[in-house]
């Protein structure tokens, strides 16, 4: 069992920065793929962001790509999501998850399903 911890959302005014965290203790983060996703209230979860075991390889959804960088440091087990630039819209919780196939150079990253493993999440309120 692997588990995700979430951390950094708050409450930002329209423009702000927000820097989120997920840390995953033991030795399956440095194999494997993460990726971040958001639940906005009444809406499905959607995908936000990925990367690969490595960092050498990462996408972004076309809504945050410009804002946000998503990054890793296996050294530390975490993974990071920069959110630059934020707009109303991007209020909603933020979750992390991780794909459990070892060394993947990529996966299915936008596809729920594809994640084996969750975090709580972590609210991220914007402002107008």
């Known amino acids: 069992q692997v588990q995700l911890v979430e951390s950094g959302g708050g409450l930002v005014q329209a423009g702000g920065s927000l820097r989120l965290s997920c840390a995953a203790p033991?030795?399956?983060?440095?194999?494997?793929?993460m990726g971040w996703f958001r639940q906005a209230p009444g809406k499905e979860r959607e995908f936000v962001s990925a990367i690969n075991w490595s960092g050498g390889w990462i996408y972004y959804t076309d809504s945050v790509k410009g804002r946000f960088t998503i990054s890793r440091d296996n050294a530390k087990n975490t993974v990071y999501l920069q959110m630059n630039s934020l707009k109303p819209e991007d209020t909603a919780v933020y979750y992390c998850a991780l794909h459990s196939r070892m060394y993947a150079s990529t996966w299915p990253f936008q596809e729920r399903q594809e994640y084996d493993y969750w975090g709580q999440g972590t609210q991220v309120t914007v402002s107008s």
């Open positions: 033991g030795r399956t983060f440095s194999r494997s793929g």
